[in-house]
């Protein structure tokens, strides 16, 4: 029977950042985009079957029979974690395995501009991180509650489904909450915490209607709330939670978006060529005077020309970030301007490099 911690402590000790379990092929692992073929024999349904009941047991295996949908995070022997999304295809058992780190890192090693120092000096309102699957939000959510967490002492409480990052108490006390485990879901964990005296109230994902206007409440009585949405920049994630509502009930959330949101931070991961490893390239809108008259005015198409015209403030659009990472020797020219908003233009403001760039073709090739 295959072992799913061994497959896991390879996938670790090659430097993975997923493992994928399809029934039929050998194990496969992503590392700095590229899929690579574990040396491994292919997985039967029997094998995979068994490697989530040994990871969750039989009463969550039961749940998992009934909705074909899990997730979970499991621990190997070392120490390390993931975040698992056990699931059904073609009537086989398939998983997909996330690395999670076990340093919480510091804001400048992400490389995360330089304003979300001042984000975690705030004392209340609603800062967003956005991003598509895999772009690094959690990272960077983590490190920022670990900044607090060294630099206040602050009550603060997670909700997470699952939970990714351990965080230790330092000068902070911090609660870290499981969705389904330790609450039923984020709607149900929202409504109570608000009597639990927090300071700092960090949601995972505003995934519904009823967990976004929980989490929008908590702002606007007085906490400071982190949260995450799968959109890719500011306009789109502000549209994205006022399209949540009602029409009915639009105009009111604008006002009240408008009077708690303090900034959104959209990251894109980038395949670094100077080194291995991903760099992040960064929109930021921070919520000025202009940006909560755009907002409760509903003129969001003008959020990108005050993000464009507010570089002194710390805003910087997803192509400046771009452009100059590119500049700072960190990321590929073709890549950087095939995911730019505007690649026309981003080909004739980048500089050509001497030097011959590392080659971004996937490869399949066995570990």
């Given at each position: 029977m295959m072992n799913i911690k061994h497959i896991l402590a390879n996938a670790i000790e090659y430097g993975a950042s997923d493992v994928h379990i399809n029934v039929g092929m050998a194990p496969v692992l992503r590392k700095n985009t590229e899929l690579v073929d574990m040396e491994f024999p292919p997985i039967s349904n029997e094998d995979a079957r068994e490697m989530v009941l040994s990871m969750v047991g039989p009463d969550m295996f039961k749940k998992f029979q009934e909705k074909c949908d899990l997730d979970f995070s499991t621990t190997i022997d070392d120490g390390h974690r993931f975040r698992v999304n056990a699931h059904v295809q073609r009537d086989t058992i398939a998983m997909s395995f996330r690395v999670i780190p076990n340093k919480v890192f510091d804001v400048d090693e992400l490389h995360l501009p330089p304003i979300v120092h001042d984000l975690i000096d705030l004392p209340r309102g609603l800062v967003l991180v956005t991003g598509h699957t895999g772009s690094g939000k959690s990272t960077s959510l983590a490190a920022m509650i670990g900044s607090i967490n060294k630099k206040y002492g602050k009550?603060?409480?997670?909700?997470?489904?699952?939970?990714?990052?351990?965080?230790?108490?330092?000068?902070?006390?911090?609660?870290?909450?499981?969705?389904?485990?330790?609450?039923?879901?984020?709607?149900?964990?929202?409504?109570?915490?608000?009597?639990?005296?927090?300071?700092?109230?960090?949601?995972?994902?505003?995934?519904?209607?009823?967990?976004?206007?929980?989490?929008?409440?908590?702002?606007?009585?007085?906490?400071?709330?982190?949260?995450?949405?799968?959109?890719?920049?500011?306009?789109?994630?502000?549209?994205?939670?006022?399209?949540?509502?009602?029409?009915?009930?639009?105009?009111?959330?604008?006002?009240?978006?408008?009077?708690?949101?303090?900034?959104?931070?959209?990251?894109?991961?980038?395949?670094?060529?100077?080194?291995?490893?991903?760099?992040?390239?960064?929109?930021?809108?921070?919520?000025?005077?202009?940006?909560?008259?755009?907002?409760?005015?509903?003129?969001?198409?003008?959020?990108?020309?005050?993000?464009?015209?507010?570089?002194?403030?710390?805003?910087?659009?997803?192509?400046?970030?771009?452009?100059?990472?590119?500049?700072?020797?960190?990321?590929?020219?073709?890549?950087?301007?095939?995911?730019?908003?505007?690649?026309?233009?981003?080909?004739?403001?980048?500089?050509?490099?001497?030097?011959?760039?590392?080659?971004?073709?996937?490869?399949?090739?066995?570990?």
């Open positions: 009550r603060i409480i997670t909700l997470e489904d699952p939970i990714e990052y351990l965080l230790e108490n330092h000068r902070s006390m911090i609660e870290q909450r499981e969705i389904g485990s330790d609450c039923p879901s984020f709607a149900s964990g929202l409504k109570h915490v608000l009597r639990q005296d927090p300071d700092i109230i960090m949601v995972g994902e505003m995934r519904d209607l009823e967990t976004t206007s929980f989490t929008i409440t908590a702002a606007e009585t007085g906490h400071l709330v982190f949260s995450t949405l799968h959109t890719i920049n500011a306009s789109q994630t502000i549209e994205r939670i006022i399209d949540i509502y009602p029409a009915s009930q639009q105009n009111q959330i604008r006002a009240m978006l408008a009077g708690t949101l303090q900034a959104v931070i959209s990251q894109t991961l980038f395949k670094r060529i100077d080194k291995p490893g991903m760099v992040p390239c960064i929109e930021i809108l921070l919520c000025t005077s202009a940006t909560r008259n755009c907002i409760r005015e509903n003129r969001v198409y003008e959020i990108p020309n005050i993000i464009e015209t507010s570089r002194r403030l710390g805003m910087q659009s997803l192509d400046n970030s771009i452009a100059d990472t590119y500049n700072k020797g960190y990321i590929d020219r073709e890549e950087a301007i095939a995911r730019s908003t505007n690649p026309g233009k981003m080909d004739k403001i980048l500089p050509a490099r001497q030097q011959l760039e590392v080659s971004r073709k996937p490869s399949l090739l066995k570990v």
